[in-house]
């Protein structure tokens, strides 16, 4: 079994979390330790000025709330947000805590994911760990 699973959450409506959590839970042993990680997209820069003061530590916590209760009874697990570009740091967040399998929810692809190119699709490619992609 896996030491550490990385679960990248997304609140999409087309990204199914739960399912990631539930494929996680039949990973995990006793010893296995699994974050719910959140990544923050950066603001333009021509909208930061119409953002309320305090808006980005509110919601960092309202989200760290909701990865606390979608982890629900998961042993060993806890949340994490953190801001960047989604996949960039899924993989450098991944690299850097020993994370040796990641769960991460998908859409179903697109002409524009062929350009492009999913958040999904380049964990896949450039994870350095097992990585379990669910539709």
């Keep these: 079994m896996y030491r550490h699973i990385l679960i990248p959450v997304s609140f999409d409506d087309e990204r199914n979390a739960s399912a990631s959590v539930s494929v996680a839970r039949q990973l995990c042993n006793a010893d296995t330790r699994v974050t719910l990680l959140h990544v923050m997209e950066q603001i333009p820069s021509y909208a930061i000025n119409y953002i309320p003061e305090g808006f980005h530590e509110k919601a960092k916590a309202a989200i760290a709330e909701s990865l606390v209760a979608l982890a629900g ?14 996949a960039r740091s899924i993989l450098d967040w991944s ?16 002409l524009q994911d062929y350009f492009l190119g999913s958040t999904a699709a380049q964990v896949v490619r450039h994870a350095r760990c097992s990585v379990h992609v669910l539709r």
């Design 73 to 86: 009874d998961l042993p060993d697990a806890h949340a994490e947000v953190i801001d960047g570009h989604s």
């Design 95 to 110: 690299e850097q805590n020993g994370v040796d399998c990641i769960v991460i929810a998908s859409h179903r692809p697109g």
